[in-house]
């Protein structure tokens, strides 16, 4: 099973944590004492907006923190992707961005900027 984002050695370390009855039963303490899980907490994606279920890729420098962007797109449903795929759906490009933008040109995976009406900010 493939989790976006999680690489390979994540994937291993969090198989080995879940193996091991020790971190089973610690989990279940902390349930027990009403620590809820994170989808509990979460907010629901924004079913309607465009970028539910996207996958975006972002490049270069913006007006505010990239954690600030990371958060809305994620609060819109979108899945935040470290590279350029052909199963990108957006590339969301700042100031002097990186080679992530050639590689968006020749994917031609659409490229939105911080004057574009689309971005979210």
Known sequence: MLIPGIGP????????????????????????????????????????????????????????????????LEELGADIMAEISPRTDYLFVGENPGRKLNRAQALRTPIITADDEKFPL
């Open 9 to 72: 050695k994540a994937a291993t370390s969090l198989l080995m944590f879940f193996k091991q009855k020790s971190n089973r039963e610690l989990l279940t303490t902390l349930q027990n004492y009403g620590v809820a899980k994170v989808s509990k907490i979460l907010p629901k994606p924004a079913e309607t907006s465009i970028y539910n279920g996207k996958k975006i890729v972002i490049t270069g420098t913006f007006s505010q923190p990239r954690k600030i962007l990371i958060a809305k």
